[in-house]
């Protein structure tokens, strides 16, 4: 598995046998990054996922679900005032191409969420085909684009069972911590129920282990269980836990744009490249 030095060069920690053959998934490829435990890198890898896949040439989508609004933040986007925004979409069945704004990076697109998402998962209680609503506003827009990324919040109400009915992949980022596979088996549970009974084609395709730092025999120990657990799924970058990573939202950028060269840049443009190679061309099978 493939992680990142102090020097930036890319390192591998699990010198694993031969190549597994990888399952591919064809464009447009619609992500839920989801994780139900807060705080383990959920939307620093949409966000930086999403500006390295912007910078490989892919027109990318960053669907911001979560009523805190950091991934719209993260991008540099003002989400007080929006005119249109995911609450609007989701309650009010707006167009979702209203609400779409360009990022700074090229190919880099956002939905962002404004406060009122926060209110969704009452307002939707009563609400017909409540779990839908997502899905629909993204099937209109969903060839504009090779990959969309959608933010869920770190908890299963209606946005997040809406995120994952919308999507046809899962996204799991899991923190090389204690407690990493905490709330996991639950998300997998829950992504079970919602393949059976909203979405059926919905996979867990991808595993990205985050915040990992090379001084811990835990953080290896921890990616040698997840990949144990799930094998090929596990991209074979980890990602370091840095300072630069977590200054980068304050000022509104990914980390490819705060500091190109820093050892979190390097690292998610690796999963980037991993997770495209999964990705099979349009027109093709």
């Not at 697109?109 to 779990?131: H, K, M, N, Q, Y």
């Not at 009915?165 to 079970?192: F, K, M, S």
């Not at 867990?204 to 269980?225: F, G, H, N, P, W």
Request: with cysteine; proline share 6%; charged share 20%.
């Amino acid at each position: 598995m493939e992680s990142v030095n102090n020097h930036g060069e890319a390192t591998n920690p699990d010198e694993g046998g031969g190549e597994p053959e990888m399952a591919m998934y064809p464009l447009p490829r619609i992500m839920a990054v989801a994780n139900q435990k807060g705080g383990v890198g959920k939307t620093t890898t949409t966000v930086n996922l999403g500006a390295c896949l912007a910078e490989l040439g892919f027109r990318t989508l960053i669907i911001d679900l979560d009523p805190q609004g950091n991934a719209s933040t993260g991008l540099g986007i003002d989400n007080r005032g929006l005119e249109t925004s995911m609450y609007h979409v989701i309650m009010h069945e707006a167009p979702l191409e209203n609400c779409i704004e360009p990022a700074a990076v090229k190919n880099l697109f956002v939905a962002p969420a404004s406060l009122d998402l926060a209110g969704t998962e009452i307002e939707l209680v009563p609400a017909f085909s409540r779990e839908n609503r997502l899905k629909r506003a993204i099937e209109a827009i969903q060839d504009d684009y090779d990959y969309v990324l959608i933010d869920c919040p770190p908890s299963l109400g209606l946005l997040t069972v809406n995120g994952l009915t919308a999507a046809t992949e899962v996204l799991v980022p899991i923190q090389c911590e204690y407690y990493a596979l905490e709330g996991l088996g639950q998300l997998l549970r829950n992504v079970d129920l919602v393949r059976r009974n909203l979405n059926p084609s919905l996979v867990v395709s991808t595993i990205v282990c985050v915040m990992y730092d090379a001084r811990t025999k835990l953080a290896d120990q921890v990616v040698k269980e997840v990949r144990e657990h799930f094998g090929d799924k596990v991209m074979r970058t980890v990602v370091p836990r840095t300072v630069r990573l977590s200054e980068a939202p304050s000022f509104g950028q990914p980390i490819i744009t705060f500091d190109s060269s820093s050892r979190g840049a390097v690292a998610y443009r690796m999963v980037a490249k991993e997770v495209s190679a999964h990705g099979t061309p349009r027109g093709t099978r």
